[in-house]
């Protein structure tokens, strides 16, 4: 009989889980044993899709560990992880159970230590100088004067002090502050803002665009000036169109704003120096080159009128210059009635030798030839005329047998057609919306039927009427001198009312009340019922 029976199988009792429950089992050990926890590591593959999460790895030389900072939290974190930097994480340990893997969620991320920091700096400055950022090609100059002159700083600290006190020292200008914060987690984006919304001024707008502008800050560590090696400051200092001077920290202090900067200052006070000149040192030089300009000018006026009278004794005077000139005149004055004379003799001679080659006999011989040849040219013309009169002909003969009227007549019954069928489709339009019309009145004004108080008087209604008004109480009945009663096929009159409430008065029908309108005595036909009592 036991050979009837298998033995169970080690492990065929066991409980059976399905997969998310074991998920949820190791979620909540994992979660409940690793609550909190700090792990350091490098940062390996670093993924921010467009949601704004910041997927990254965090390895050793023997692990890997997924990591995921929310998109709330990687706004405020005041490092940005990039792949090698050496951090510190905090965070809560869990799992991803649609992967069925654990991963770190990070709450707070930090360099480990300033050699991080500086090894993160380092890679960062040659990965924008290999886009040119930095190349010396890309700085403007200067303006010698700017007219405004735009600082970004903040407003409660002393570097603002310091760059309006230079100013106001050395030329007075025109200073438009934009307020940043310079440290912390806030500083690269409001700086980033202010260097773009310098450069969206319009120039000539009620608020003008400034000439110049000034990103400043006083000294630090490398953490609080940590603002100003951010990706985004570097670039829109290297796309502002408004030359920019870099004042962030003390002289030893050097932060990746500083390269893509036009100029750097050493302090925010060099800054307002380099921003505008020295102004009694510009009147000086003014007054200088003023006394420089007029000596030279003196000086110029001296030497060309002292050449002007050099020049001046050199020169002949004015009667010696005409004497030869007067003397050519004279002896032409003197020639030229006898070359006068010579010329009219010998044109006549050459008059006389033409004219005696002019006879009759030769014009007559000329005439004739003319006359003979103007002939023989009018023989021809005739026959010349009737053959191109006869070209002529034989075209328009050609021309004439491609004319015909056909496609003309097949062109109007064609058009007479096409007019007769519009025609009649108007005039079924026009009888359509005639038959409409009619349909419309006639439906109103069986409306106008229904809703008159004639057909209510048809239903056993009547309207009662007493001296000249509509009666719609018993006790007007009862007052009134003469009644009328308005029946559907006409009116009854009473001589007398309803005879007061004594006991002898003839018992009177019960009335019917009912709110549509009613006509007045004498009024119109369309007057409506409401103005009387139906019973």
């Known amino acids: 009989m036991s050979d009837l029976i298998d033995d169970p199988l ?35 593959r670093v993924s921010r899709p467009r949601s704004g999460h910041v997927y990254m790895d965090l390895k050793d030389d023997r692990a890997v560990l997924a990591g995921v900072i929310w998109k709330g939290v990687a706004t405020r974190l005041s490092v940005q992880p990039e792949e090698g930097m050496e951090v510190v994480a905090t965070g809560r340990l869990t799992t991803f159970p649609g992967q069925s893997r654990y991963q770190l969620v990070i709450e707070d991320i930090k360099p480990a230590g300033t050699g991080a920091l500086m090894a993160m700096l380092e890679k960062r400055k040659a990965q924008l100088a290999a886009e040119g950022l930095f190349a010396p090609g890309r700085k403007r100059p200067l303006p010698y004067l700017p007219e405004v002159i735009g600082v970004i700083t903040s407003p409660s600290g002393a570097v603002i002090r310091d760059i309006l006190h230079r ?120 007054d200088k080159q003023e006394a420089r300009l007029t000596h030279a000018l003196t000086s110029g006026v001296g030497a060309r009128g002292q050449r002007l009278r050099d020049l001046a004794r050199a020169l002949p005077r004015p009667e010696r210059l005409l004497d030869t000139p007067r003397q050519r005149l004279d002896a032409w004055s003197d020639r030229l009635p006898a070359a006068l004379t010579s010329r009219v003799q010998k044109r006549r001679v050459r008059l ?31 026959p010349a005329l009737q053959r191109m009169a006869d070209a002529k002909r034989e075209s328009l003969n050609r021309r004439l047998d491609r004319l015909s009227l056909r496609p003309i007549r097949r062109d109007i019954t064609q058009k007479r057609e096409q007019l007769d069928r519009i025609g ?35 239903r056993g209604y009547a309207v009662v009427r007493g001296d000249g008004a509509v009666v719609t109480t018993r006790e007007a009945a009862a007052h009134a001198t003469a009644l009328e009663i308005e029946f559907a096929d006409g009116r009854l009159d009473l001589a007398g009312g309803g005879g007061g409430d004594g006991a002898d008065a003839a018992p009177k029908a019960p009335r019917k009340a009912t709110s549509k309108p009613a006509r007045k005595a004498g009024g119109a036909k369309s007057d409506p019922p409401d103005q009387g009592s139906l019973f």
């Open 424 to 458: 009649q489709r108007l005039s079924d339009a026009g009888q359509r919306q005639i038959k409409g019309w009619h349909e419309q009145i006639t439906a109103m004004d069986r409306l106008r039927e229904t809703l008159g108080y004639k057909a209510t008087l048809k």
């Open 167 to 286: 100013l106001r020292d050395r030329f007075p200008r025109k200073v438009l502050i934009w307020p940043v914060a310079v440290q912390g987690e806030r500083c690269a984006p409001e700086v980033t803002r202010a260097i773009r919304g310098f450069n969206q001024f319009t120039p000539g707008s009620a608020l003008p665009r400034p000439d110049l502008l000034i990103v400043a800050r006083g000294g630090g560590s490398i953490e609080d000036l940590w603002g100003f090696n951010e990706e985004s400051v570097v670039r829109a200092a290297a796309e502002s169109d408004i030359p920019l001077i870099s004042a962030v920290g003390h002289e030893t202090d050097t932060t990746l704003i500083d390269h893509a900067a036009d100029q750097r200052a050493p302090t925010p006070t060099a800054a307002a120096e380099l921003a505008v000149p020295v102004r009694l040192d510009l009147l000086a030089w003014c």
């Open 10 to 44: 080690e492990g065929e009792n066991a409980p059976e889980f399905s997969v998310s429950e074991i998920s949820g089992a190791v979620k909540r050990v994992i979660e409940g044993e690793f609550a909190h926890v700090r792990v350091k590591g490098e940062v390996g």
């Open 352 to 382: 006389f030798e033409v004219s005696g080659a002019l006879r009759p006999g030769l014009l007559q011989s000329r005439l004739t030839s003319r006359r003979d040849l103007y002939g023989s040219w009018a023989l021809r013309l005739a």
